[in-house]
């Protein structure tokens, strides 16, 4: 067997591709494992969100360093395509938050487990982590979540964006940007421009429509709870006793996601598991890994907190 | 059976193609895919990927293309090179001699794999630079040249206007693009909308011009992405006796931004690598 030799801090690992489950193969992935002889019994999930044709490497190589950091710490880590992306196979799909890719969790659990894991971590971003909150509520095998800045809501994946523009911007100024003659210009030629136009412009008109309606002032806004899909698998882990980590960046939307919905029925929930649930801030944007500074800030929290855990 | 770890292996229950998956070469190993078609092999193809944000946007494409080509009878070789994608390796090794030696050695793992005694090369972006010098090597080799990167300056001022236009969302006031690259030269390395971008890779890729290496003895199909043709490569190619022509295009694509997978992505992907399949199919029936 060759010893790969990646980073510094990950040369106590090999990376092993793998097709699962038998006997269709659907699925592909890379198993980093520990080149230590100690038979580790946790094994580690990455479920990445579905930016890039694959979702095995991620911005910079974040989930390549990240699986091998881990598996440098002595454990099994498995990252995969999912059904439709990159060495996988299967028709693309949507990956809507309310479809999260449990059938791929659940072949991963058994790979796995087939190499003599027995417990398992999830940590999981973005539409990985909602297939990490669903396909892990229940499973007894499941010793702990990791979640780098899930979404809240429900909507669209993709729309949190533009809800979030919506809310931050009034009509006017979203109306003086669309007649800015480079945005008509997009807004001509590109498809995707057109359909981010549209979204921002429904969900400023719902904002409206939920301000002008009469008696809705005072009552709380329903549409800031956490989504079904995020708060009842939330709430079985924790009362399962499992322990979930939550991170965002202090300027992420999804953190003003949370931090409303935290004032609701969310939040009867989290004081109440105070001691299994926690949530950390870091200085700015989290969502998307857009810096290296980010990205070592994300792998350094979920080293630190696999091996606590694990 | 194969019993290598460092190797997974599918065969497509629906046309018998292999997907053979593995680390390949000398340490730090890099990772690669070869597809083998159910019956006889006519040829084969090796997809020089590019680099960094590229190589994640054009990944779905490449493997749609390896697929369509596997189902026509054409082997095809897919690779990351080293320090980039899921390769063994450090970003530190990423630099165009190395991507052309990587291209080498997955080229010679082709033909030993296989015993394909025809070889093309798709080259992608930046990886149109390895794709065309080894093209060199195998006289007559057809070539298909995916939104090449045709002025390698260019293509790092677009880089560092795409980083300026993010960091303009940001509180930091941005840099202007020769204060980023004096900082590149002096740190060794700058974070480029968050990949890491190494004076190195750099260095070895300044000032040079894809219209400076006409492989003269190839047929090549250059498909933009975009509406844009540039006719400089058609012309500057085709006066030094370089049978090169154009597809229709697909759509552009901003390289270093992010964009979800959609349906629509896919689609655009499949035609992308018919397309492709097809012109290199022909090509080499002559």
């Not at chain 2, 946007?57 to 320090?83: C, M, N, P």
């Amino acid at each position: 067997m060759t010893t790969s030799t990646h980073d510094a801090a990950s040369i106590n690992s090999i990376d092993e591709p793998v097709f699962f489950p038998e006997p269709d193969n659907t699925y592909f992935g890379i198993l980093s494992v520990p080149t230590s002889s100690e038979q580790e019994t946790t094994g580690i999930v990455l479920l990445s969100g579905t930016f890039g044709g694959t979702t095995t490497i991620g911005r910079n190589r974040m989930w390549v360093k990240m699986a091998r950091r881990l598996a440098g710490q002595g454990l099994p880590v498995l990252r995969f395509d999912y059904a439709g992306l990159g060495d996988s196979v299967g028709e693309m799909v949507c990956y809507e938050l309310e479809t999260p890719a449990v059938p791929e969790l659940n072949a991963a659990f058994d790979l796995l487990a087939s190499r003599g894991a027995t417990e398992f971590i999830v940590v999981g971003t973005c539409y990985g982590s909602r297939t990490a909150l669903v396909g892990s509520a229940g499973d007894p095998r499941v010793k702990g979540v990791f979640l780098l800045v899930p979404p809240v809501r429900s909507g669209k994946k993709g729309t949190g964006g533009t809800d979030h523009l919506a809310e931050q911007h009034g009509s006017a100024s979203l109306a003086m940007n669309a007649v800015k003659p480079r945005n008509i210009k997009k807004l001509a030629m590109n498809k995707q421009s057109r359909t981010s136009a549209r979204r921002i412009a429904e969900a400023k008109m719902r904002s409206i429509a939920k301000r002008v309606k009469p008696g809705q002032a005072q009552a709380k806004d329903p549409s800031k709870d956490a989504a079904p899909d995020f708060h009842r698998p939330l709430r079985k882990l924790l009362s399962d006793g499992v322990p979930v980590h939550l991170l965002f960046g202090t300027d992420d939307f999804f953190w003003s996601q949370f931090q409303d919905a935290a004032d609701g029925r969310l939040g009867e929930d989290l004081d109440r598991f105070g001691d299994l649930i926690e949530v950390d801030t870091v200085p700015g944007t989290l969502r998307g890994f857009l810096s290296m500074r980010v990205q070592d800030v994300s792998i350094n929290c979920v080293s630190e907190w696999v091996a606590k855990h694990a | 059976m194969n019993n290598d770890p460092r190797s997974a292996t599918r065969i497509d229950s629906q046309n018998g193609t292999t997907e053979e998956l593995s680390y390949f070469g000398d340490a730090p190993q890099m990772f690669g895919s070869i597809h083998i078609p159910a019956g006889d092999v006519r040829a084969g193809v090796v997809i020089c990927s590019s680099t960094h944000a590229e190589l994640l946007k054009s990944y779905q494409l490449e493997v749609r293309a390896a697929r369509a080509l596997a189902s026509r009878g054409i082997a095809v070789q897919r690779f990351h090179y080293r320090g980039d994608g899921n390769s063994d390796g450090t970003i530190a090794e990423l630099t165009l001699p190395a991507m052309v030696e990587a291209t080498s050695e997955a080229t010679e793992r082709l033909i030993d794999r296989t015993g394909i005694d025809t070889v093309a090369f798709i080259g992608v972006r930046m990886g149109a630079f390895p794709a065309v010098t080894l093209a060199q090597r195998f006289p007559g080799a057809p070539i298909v040249l995916w939104d090449p990167v045709l002025d390698t300056d260019r293509f790092m001022r677009d880089a560092l206007r795409s980083h300026a236009i993010a960091a303009l969302k940001g509180e930091a006031k941005p840099e202007k693009t020769n204060q980023t690259i004096e900082r590149l030269e002096r740190d060794g390395s700058i974070d480029l909308l968050g990949y890491e971008f190494t004076s190195g890779f750099y260095d070895s890729i300044r000032g040079r011009k894809l219209t400076d290496q006409p492989p003269v003895d190839s047929s090549v199909l250059v498909v933009p992405f975009g509406s844009t043709v540039n006719t400089d490569l058609l012309d500057i190619w085709s006066a030094e006796g370089v049978d090169v022509s154009t597809s229709e295009g697909t759509e552009r694509e901003a390289w270093w931004l992010d964009e979800q997978a959609t349906k629509d992505r896919q689609n655009r992907g499949t035609v992308l690598a018919d397309l492709t399949a097809t012109w290199i199919s022909d090509t080499i029936d002559g």
